[in-house]
């Protein structure tokens, strides 16, 4: 059996959510809405657990406040974001992140869906954590 360099679809999957996924991290940390959204379905959801209060927020509203605050990469805040873990199945997949800016220690558990040839975060269950 010849052996190539062609990724397998699972394994190119995986490549590209990747990326998806360290283009979001990227934005958030330099604070740049555009490419955010580019990472996130137009109809995304967003929901989250923040110091025992339940939070639900549009994807506009979430790209707003990240428009209006300080990036961390501003104020040459340490870069404090992982991929912590990435499971794939056919055109599904999900993803553990960690967000730390300043005080704050977001986990993330994102949904992603292919659509044509991109994945595209559908989903967002985030929840800060004491350190």
Known sequence: MPVTDKPTPLEGSHAQILQTLQTYLDAIYDGDVAALRSTFHPDAHLFAEVRGEIVQKTLAAYLQAVGERESPAARNAPYGMSILSVEVLGKIASAKVRVQLGENNYYNFLSLLKI????????????????
């Open 116 to 131: 044509g040839c991109d994945w595209l975060i559908v989903n967002k269950l985030y929840s800060h954590l004491e350190p």
